[in-house]
């Protein structure tokens, strides 16, 4: 065989034809009707033969198919059989699309852990798939090992732009995915995924934005004006003898008069308040451990009015239909805010009951404990033994009621008026 750009071979039907090299031994090219393909071949040092395809003329020149042959050739005398690493290779390539074909794609690795995460409040799943249709919309089709830390760093930076605190939870909510599915996916019991999340180069290198904290709360100058406003305003329908009699201020009231979060006061249920000992209980709250709350005897009066008149309600706060909860009540609290020009949101409520709590001297593990917060750490050996007695959540539970509520607004909801539609007489 000659170094020639150009080869004519005359192949009668069926047949195949070797041409030898006249350079280097055992180097060919084999030719059919259809094809040229270069070969190699030689004994193996146990004697036995060995060929190895090299590729077809076009895709290879006569020099560089040459090369190949003298490594192949060369693997041949250290008793190295070609084939078998090419086989090698080709399954290794085979797996490696198997396993790509099982790594999830970006929205079905979120839904999975979705699925998975069985204890996440509806709120919380609600927040996930707001940053996930918002944000990662672009990254859905894409594998989940396709993101690159690159991309993390543009990503975040984006989403920063408009909303710095999502930024973070969303690029930490595909960490969390990432990593769970990390944990999971095997073949052969060998993980799937064996880099870190790409996420980690926000954590290296404390590229995560600063949130400061919000600390707004309604202020002791400001409280008489806001609770005043809170009872003296009027809603349709506030003096109705039914489900919906004053229920915008009895909402609005509890909130400070508990700590409770909005969902927790908006969920309340009438099967987790016991009238008779005066208490509540939240069941599953955000850190996992059911709050059992003492009332006050102020918000106790407006629980038994509230029950009197519930017409069947499951909840404490029916929606207009009387089958739900309220949600979503903003209205309320901006038509308090126009009137007494003091802004505040539904959390702040609960620093401010925190607040009260505190100018009334009550101790920190029963604020805490009033609030469901963690008193236990590593670092506090005290609160291993601080045990907060029943009593003194009631008697903390009236000392912030009676911070808040004057004599004279106690007086106006202890003697609310309410309206008892009268049926129509028949003749």
């Known amino acids: 065989m000659k170094d020639s750009k150009q080869y004519c071979f005359d192949i009668p039907n069926g047949k195949q034809i070797f041409y030898r090299d006249n350079k280097l031994v055992g180097f060919a090219i084999r030719a059919t009707r259809h094809s040229l393909v270069y070969t190699v071949e030689k004994k193996m040092p146990n004697g036995s033969p060995c060929r190895v395809t090299i590729g077809d003329h076009g895709l290879y020149t006569p020099e560089t198919a040459r090369q190949k042959a003298t490594e192949y050739l060369l693997e041949m005398s250290q008793g190295i059989n070609p084939n078998d690493k090419k086989e090698q290779l080709r399954q290794k390539a085979s797996q490696e699309r198997i396993n790509h074909q099982k790594i999830p794609t970006v929205i079905d690795a979120y839904r999975h852990y979705i699925e998975a995460k069985s204890e996440l409040k509806p709120n919380t799943v609600a927040i996930y798939d707001r940053d996930m249709n918002l944000y990662l919309k672009d990254w859905h089709h894409l594998k989940i090992t396709e993101i690159t830390m690159q991309m993390v760093v543009g990503k975040h930076a984006e989403i920063s732009q408009t909303n710095k605190s999502h930024a973070n939870i969303t690029l930490k909510l595909f960490s969390a995915i990432y990593n769970y599915h990390r944990k999971r996916?095997?073949?052969?019991?060998?993980?799937?995924?064996?880099?870190?999340?790409?996420?980690?180069?926000?954590?290296?290198?404390?590229?995560?934005?600063?949130?400061?904290?919000?600390?707004?709360?309604?202020?002791?100058?400001?409280?008489?004006?806001?609770?005043?406003?809170?009872?003296?305003?009027?809603?349709?329908?506030?003096?109705?003898?039914?489900?919906?009699?004053?229920?915008?201020?009895?909402?609005?009231?509890?909130?400070?008069?508990?700590?409770?979060?909005?969902?927790?006061?908006?969920?309340?249920?009438?099967?987790?308040?016991?009238?008779?000992?005066?208490?509540?209980?939240?069941?599953?709250?955000?850190?996992?451990?059911?709050?059992?709350?003492?009332?006050?005897?102020?918000?106790?009066?407006?629980?038994?009015?509230?029950?009197?008149?519930?017409?069947?309600?499951?909840?404490?706060?029916?929606?207009?239909?009387?089958?739900?909860?309220?949600?979503?009540?903003?209205?309320?609290?901006?038509?308090?805010?126009?009137?007494?020009?003091?802004?505040?949101?539904?959390?702040?409520?609960?620093?401010?009951?925190?607040?009260?709590?505190?100018?009334?001297?009550?101790?920190?593990?029963?604020?805490k404990a009033l609030i469901n917060h963690s008193y236990q750490d590593d670092s506090d050996i005290t609160a291993d033994y601080t045990q907060i007695d029943a009593k003194d959540l009631r008697d903390a539970m009236q000392k912030i009621e009676n911070h808040i509520l004057s004599n004279d607004v106690k007086n106006i909801i202890l003697n609310r008026e309410y309206l008892i539609k009268k049926s129509k007489m028949t003749k």
């Open 185 to 367: 996916l095997t073949n052969n019991n060998q993980p799937l995924i064996t880099e870190f999340s790409p996420v980690q180069i926000l954590y290296q290198n404390d590229l995560f934005n600063k949130l400061k904290p919000r600390k707004n709360y309604i202020n002791s100058e400001q409280q008489a004006d806001w609770v005043s406003a809170i009872v003296q305003t009027q809603w349709r329908g506030n003096e109705k003898a039914n489900e919906y009699g004053y229920l915008n201020q009895d909402f609005l009231l509890t909130f400070v008069l508990t700590g409770l979060r909005r969902n927790e006061v908006e969920q309340l249920a009438w099967a987790n308040i016991d009238l008779k000992y005066g208490t509540l209980k939240i069941i599953n709250p955000k850190n996992g451990e059911d709050l059992l709350l003492p009332l006050g005897e102020t918000l106790l009066h407006v629980f038994k009015q509230r029950k009197k008149y519930s017409n069947g309600s499951k909840y404490v706060f029916p929606a207009t239909n009387n089958q739900n909860h309220i949600k979503d009540r903003r209205h309320v609290r901006h038509k308090i805010t126009e009137t007494t020009g003091i802004p505040f949101t539904f959390h702040d409520l609960r620093r401010t009951f925190t607040s009260i709590a505190n100018r009334c001297g009550i101790g920190m593990y029963t604020v």
